[in-house]
């Protein structure tokens, strides 16, 4: 009997201590690499900004929008902060500036390390610290943000526990069976618990997104949020 009630404390303690990510707390979708596309400008040059200027431009190309969301920083014009590469092509290139902390805080895209999401031409994905990317030929789509979320198994170093830094974080990471894992918080979350979700997920590298201004497109699970004033959106379509 001793053993049982020692069993349930134990239980209990792990149920009070380890977050439990509800439908509705965070937002998720799960692709398969080789169907996710990167976008930025469309077939006139101009940027689309918007997850519903995306959804028009895909229509009137007689395609279908499944999912999109943003694709990581960029500056007031719409330009990646990072690397950018569609469809092979850099469009921007690899930011390895360093950025030394001014007042209070570094921001997040120059918080190291951060990394780099991309697919290779065999469709195949990865999330790879900047530091550790290798430009190659063989690369058809790539977008830089930070910081890393989860780097080799480990949540980033720098993120506390229990932090007050709450807002709306959006995600990405590579599963075990290298399909990939995208996340938004539907509520103010930190980083830590918002990491550890990857991490959970069984993630061995995770990429902080965007935050407070990420939207997501899912109409699978009734979410359509078209507005936005962004640059690289990621989307999958049929």
Same mark, same amino acid.
């Given at each position: ?20 990510? $509800?439908? #509705? ?16 400008? #469309? ?16 229509? =009137? ?13 960029? $500056? ?27 007042? =209070? =805080? &570094? ?11 991309? &697919? ?12 550790? !990317? ?10 830089? =943000? ?37 996340? &938004?918080?539907?509520?103010? &979350? ?19 997104? #965007?935050? !407070? ?16 004033? !962004? ?8």
């Amino acid at each position: 009997m001793r053993l049982i009630y020692y069993l349930v404390i134990f239980l209990l303690c792990i149920s009070w201590t380890t977050p439990h990510y $509800e439908e #509705d707390s965070l937002i998720t979708y799960t692709a398969d690499p080789a169907k996710i596309q990167l976008f930025w400008k #469309d077939s006139e040059d101009q940027h689309l900004r918007s997850i519903g200027r995306l959804e028009s431009w895909i229509t =009137s190309q007689h395609k279908k929008l499944i999912f999109a969301t943003n694709g990581g920083m960029y $500056e007031s014009d719409g330009t990646p902060v990072g690397l950018f590469i569609q469809n092979g092509k850099v469009v921007e290139p690899l930011n390895k500036k360093e950025v030394l902390k001014n007042g =209070s =805080s &570094i921001p997040n895209f120059y918080l190291k390390p951060n990394g780099v999401f991309y &697919i290779d031409k065999a469709g195949k994905a990865f999330v790879t610290e900047t530091n550790k !990317f290798n430009l190659s030929n063989q690369i058809q789509w790539a977008t830089q =943000s930070g910081p890393m979320l989860v780097v080799n198994r480990a949540i980033h170093s720098v993120f506390q526990k229990g932090s007050p830094n709450q807002v709306i974080r959006s995600g990405v990471g590579i599963l075990p069976n290298g399909k990939v894992l995208f996340a &938004i918080s539907r509520s103010p &979350i930190n980083f830590y618990d918002f990491a550890l979700y990857f991490q959970q997920q069984g993630c061995a590298n995770a990429l902080f997104l #965007d935050g !407070f201004v990420s939207r997501i497109y899912l109409p699978e699970k009734g979410v359509r949020q078209t507005d936005g004033n !962004f640059g690289v959106i990621v989307g999958v379509t049929e």
